[in-house]
């Protein structure tokens, strides 16, 4: 049964980077049917959609970022990662990662599942 | 990118009744990908719906997903008490990918 797992800082400062990894276990990284996903939930919010990869490091992100947003993946450690630069408040979330349905003619992931169980994050000084 | 409405915002209701939950788009999703998600307080959210009406693995008879275009539907068809939680649609036809803001399935 696949699991994720994120990690990484609890808090992080207004203007620094907010860094978190994903690791994948009980299933490959590599597989050719799933892409990896990053979305996150502020509180008493719905899910917003941050991004994509492919385990080829294919990428796709979601514009609303403006360019702040850096994923990655490690296949040799199973694992891939986020990174959101210049955090403001507004940044303050539950971050999950999830694995996304590859579904034939359509680029980036379709729908998610299963998720991680999520790691929040707050941005504050 | 498109937005998605759910509607209502709240919906209380006693088991055993059957519970419709409304997902609008602002434009028309392409071929109907769009998926629903069941999110229980301090869990992650749950898929249980994609393709607008294809069930996932494990997912019980009870809950069905219609609609095409610019509006879905997700019922349940007798509620039970482990469904009363917050509903969530999302979007997968056009990027950026998109969620509604949810609704709420309250026990009445």
């Known amino acids: 049964q696949l699991q994720l797992q994120e990690s990484g800082p609890g808090l992080v400062k207004p203007s620094e980077t907010l860094s978190l990894t994903c690791a994948v276990s009980g299933g490959s990284i590599s597989s050719i049917n799933y892409y990896w996903a990053w979305i996150r939930q502020p509180p008493g919010k719905g899910p917003e959609w941050i991004g994509t990869i492919y385990y080829t490091g294919n990428t796709y992100y979601n514009p609303s970022l403006r360019g702040r947003v850096t994923m990655s993946v490690d296949t040799s450690k199973s694992h891939f990662s986020l990174n959101l630069r210049s955090v403001t408040a507004a940044d303050t979330a539950r971050y999950y990662c999830a694995r996304g349905a590859k579904v034939e003619w359509l680029v980036s992931s379709a729908w998610f599942d299963p998720w991680g169980q999520g790691t929040l994050v707050t941005v504050s000084s | 990118e498109i937005v998605l409405t759910q509607s209502p915002g709240t919906l209380s209701l006693s088991p055993g009744e059957r519970a419709i939950l409304s997902c609008r788009a602002s434009?028309?999703?392409?071929?109907?990908?769009l998926a629903w998600y069941q999110q229980k307080p301090g869990q992650a959210p749950r898929l249980l719906i994609y393709?607008?009406?294809s069930r996932a693995t494990g997912i019980p008879d009870r809950f069905s997903g219609s609609g095409s275009g610019t509006d879905f539907t997700l019922t349940i068809s007798r509620l039970e008490p482990e469904d009363f939680a917050v509903y969530y649609c999302q979007q997968y036809g056009r990027s950026p990918r998109t969620f509604g803001q949810g609704t709420t399935v309250e026990i009445k």
């Open positions: 393709d607008a009406s």
């Open positions: 434009q028309s999703v392409r071929s109907s990908y």
